[in-house]
């Protein structure tokens, strides 16, 4: 049988050290408080905060499932004039841990409240929060109806200013299936195929009448300009169904990205847009890669 001193000598043992009776205040009020040092510290800095927090957020869509928990993860930050040494990063912490504890689902009204109480609460001209999460949908196979679920990454980006107001952008990156339209063309059997990942981040009027759910209709957007989607569950009907989909939809890198910049052009609340697409190429080591981008004229 093994005999040990007791916790606190093996502690010891192993290079603990009793606390060290120390001068500085134990309080609060009798702390020096450095950040609130004010003289000429040169620069102003347009973002000063807190970056790559997670914490459980909650979701409403208009897709089943219709709420939902899951992880965001957050950037806040606040403007820093030139003669601040700093800003007390606690308070945005805890502005975070507030949003949390009210229940309020993740959307662009609850995160333009909590944009502005940040700046609020600091006492600058302005605030920014980042924001990004996976939402996960449920989607039923082509032919069989078989329900799986599969997630998008979707962005929010809001930044508030006193007197210029709100610049939101939403964005929303997602899996699609793409078929070669030159393979289709020169091979005697079939074309090849490969999985593409789009990422399409836009700008909202500020004024625009928003859709209910602009996370559902950006993933139908992508999803909609592709060769084909993609399903968490095939059966053998479902996976012909989607085979013979992309056959007949056949779309380079490019073509799926100047579709998906038409359809959000014609959107009336998307003020400005960027589109970026990757094919994973099933024949080469390399990726094929397109990017549009559009501001639209006030």
Not at 64 to 74: I, K
Not at 91 to 99: P, V
Not at 192 to 218: C, W, Y
Request: charged content about 20%.
């Amino acid at each position: 049988m093994l005999s040990f001193k007791p916790k606190k000598e093996r502690h010891q043992l192993f290079g603990s050290v009793p606390p060290t009776l120390g001068t500085k205040p134990c309080q609060k009020e009798d702390m020096m408080d450095i950040q609130k040092t004010e003289q000429d510290f040169y620069f102003h800095l347009e973002q000063v905060g807190i970056c790559r927090v997670s914490y459980p957020v909650h979701i409403v869509s208009k897709t089943t499932p219709q709420t939902q928990t899951t992880s965001a993860v957050f950037a806040l930050s606040t403007y820093l004039p030139a003669h601040q040494k700093g800003i007390h990063m606690s308070r945005l912490t805890e502005q975070l841990h507030s949003f949390y504890e009210s229940g309020k689902p993740l959307d662009m009204n609850s995160l333009r409240e909590l944009t502005a109480q940040l700046a609020k609460q600091m006492n600058q001209p302005s605030a920014s929060v980042q924001v990004s999460f996976p939402w996960f949908i449920e989607k039923k196979s082509p032919v069989s109806g078989t329900s799986g679920l599969m997630h998008a990454t979707v962005q929010y980006d809001i930044h508030f200013h006193e007197k210029n107001g709100w610049t939101c952008h939403v964005g929303c990156t997602a899996q699609v299936t793409t078929l070669c339209p030159c393979s289709k063309e020169i091979s005697e059997y079939g074309a090849h195929n490969q999985r593409g990942s789009v990422s399409i981040q836009v700008e909202l009027f500020e004024q625009a009448l928003l859709p209910d759910d602009m996370k559902a209709v950006l993933l139908h957007i992508i999803e909609s300009n592709a060769s084909a989607s993609l399903y968490p569950v095939l059966k053998r009907p479902d996976e012909k169904k989607v085979t013979e989909e992309a056959y007949e939809n056949p779309r380079f890198v490019e073509d799926v990205a100047r579709l998906i910049a038409v359809e959000l052009y014609e959107q009336q609340w998307i003020r400005g847009f960027q589109v970026e697409c990757r094919n994973e190429e099933s024949i080469h080591q390399h990726d094929a890669y397109a990017k549009c981008s559009y501001q639209k004229k006030l």
